[in-house]
């Protein structure tokens, strides 16, 4: 959870940096690790005046981040995860301790990783959800706005397992997506044939660069094992796939890149991105897609929050504020819930 006021709070209030961590602790239930250690950093001043000393938001995650970073090659990664990855086990005290130690005592190294890097993730198994409105009966060209790494746009090599109320195996490569429906969701048959991938984002990432890579790891929660197969799986996919990457506004970049496109139809999808774009921006894209719409079949699928507290929303339509509601699905594609 972004802290909202991190810019302009006073870092040298300590009360204040604690509630600020208790509060980001409070959007951590899936991860009892990080609850330990925000309950722990809440109540050390050592601690809180290090995260008080991190400017991006959201400090704590570029923290955690920065940790997880840090430890990869070393023994400590083994022995503070593997005992806490299960819900039943909590952290101790003992694993507290190790994190304080190593925050403290490298505390410059994870503050300079903390000011160079961002919290950016690309979530793999978003593309189980976005999965049955992508269509299958010509190829078509995929344009992903907000693309992170542009893991997504090689949905058409991955498999998917569907359970529940409908069910359905597509592919067979790795990653396998599992995503549980709920409803009436028509499911493909088969996957789509992509004639050409295109990403746009204000700040790609080159998953194939193994700096890049390792913090994309970094930043899944330790307890998230299956996620972090997932993504290792899809940047291997992405290595022998041609994803082309352009840097840059959608509201800017999406008209140029339509009109670049060979003839065919297109389909744009952004997935928990454009939630962070002003409303000039929103508008830049309707109007990028309407104009795409008049010179080719365009079909848009957008899954992004719309309500707070509420699980995120997909919808088919050229504008997505007033496009019909298709379905809600768990931010992480774990499942798909039909909106009739
Ligand atoms: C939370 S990440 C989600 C990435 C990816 N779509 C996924 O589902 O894993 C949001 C991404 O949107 C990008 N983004 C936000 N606003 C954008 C804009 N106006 N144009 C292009 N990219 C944007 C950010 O840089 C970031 O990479």
Redesign the pocket.
Known sequence: MALINWSSADRTDLARIAAEVLSWERSVPDSPLYSAFALGIAEDPDLLRLVARIDNVPPMNLLLGAVKLTLSSADALAAWYPHLTSQARPAGDAAFAAFRDHVLSRADELLAIAATH?T?????A?AAVLLPWIPTEVPVHAI??????G??LCLDRFSYAYTGDRAARLGRGEPRLDCEVHGDIALPTRLPELASRTG??????DATDPDAAAWLEALVWPEHQDRLERLRAAIEVRRSVDVRMVA????T?LADVVAALPPGAVVIW?????Y??PPP?LAD?DAAVAAAARTREVVRIG?EPVTAGQDPEIRVGPVFADAPVVARAHPHGRWLQSAA
């Not at 840059?248 to 509201?251: I, L, Q, S």
Request: aromatic share 2%; glycine share 6%; proline share 3%.
């Open positions: 961002r950016q993730t690309n979530e793999t978003r992903d706005l907000g693309a992170s790494a893991l997504n746009i984002d204000l700040s790609p990432i840059g506004d959608a509201a970049a952004h997935t928990i991105a454009l962070q774009a921006v894209i899954f």
